[in-house]
T-cell receptor, first 114, second 116 residues
């Protein structure tokens, strides 16, 4: 079984600063994928970024990057130059090869302060 | 950009009533999912569906739940006799295929279900 742990229930960050959202995972599978989703107050789930367990490079998508440390089983999301529109809940999730369901963490509520 | 759509956006129902939540996945996607999120809690997997049958379901997905793909575009979740604890946001998601290591699941905007 897989497990995702997000230890930061809430974070406040000044606009334009970078922010790191923590995520650790636990699985005995060798092949897995890690995902980050954003959930604004309107409720929808927006896919941000994906990292495969065999990817040697950290994933990047615009202002989002994933700091993947396999030995530590961590997959932290880094948002550079934060904007007011980044205020939302952020969920880390994973799935394993051949088992397509996503297992989510409890989320981190990020608030960007002007 | 193609997206997953869900209807209705909100549904209020009486305990014991049947509800059907509807989803239109992205057109070339082959895997479909339902998740739920009780208010303030994390997102939980309910069921996955591929090739017109359930491929996996969680313990939440008991006999009160069923899924169907009645035509080439819609994917529905039925709750036969709703309970108070079924109140949650229900998300539909779809992914293209499991041809590579992992496929990203794209979520719809959700249906907020309130059972009174």
């Amino acid at each position: 079984a897989q497990k995702i742990t997000q230890t930061q229930p809430g974070m406040f960050v000044q606009e334009k600063e970078a922010v790191t959202l923590d995520c650790t995972y636990d699985t005995s599978d060798q092949s897995y994928g890690l995902f980050w989703y954003k959930q604004p107050s309107s409720g929808e789930m927006i896919f941000l970024i994906y990292q495969g367990s065999y990817d040697e490079q950290n994933a990047t998508e615009g202002r989002y990057s994933l700091n993947f440390q396999k030995a530590r089983k961590s997959a932290n999301l880094v948002i550079s130059a934060s904007q007011l529109g980044d205020s939302a809940m952020y969920f880390c999730a994973m799935s394993t090869f051949g088992n397509e369901k996503l297992t989510f963490g409890t989320g981190t509520r990020l608030t960007i302060i002007p | 950009e193609p997206e997953v759509t869900q209807t209705p956006s909100h549904q209020v129902t009486q305990m014991g009533q049947e509800v059907i939540l509807r989803c239109v996945p992205i057109s070339n996607h082959l895997y479909f999912y339902w998740y739920r999120q009780i208010l303030g809690q994390k997102v939980e997997f309910l069921v996955s569906f591929y090739n017109n049958e359930i491929s996996e379901k969680s313990e939440i997905f008991d006999d009160q739940f069923s899924v169907e793909r009645p035509d080439g575009s819609n994917f529905t979740l039925k709750i036969r006799s709703t309970k108070l604890e079924d109140s949650a946001m229900y998300f539909c998601a779809s992914s293209e295929a499991l041809l590579k290591l992992q496929e990203t699941q794209y979520f719809g905007p959700g249906t907020r279900l309130l059972v009174l």
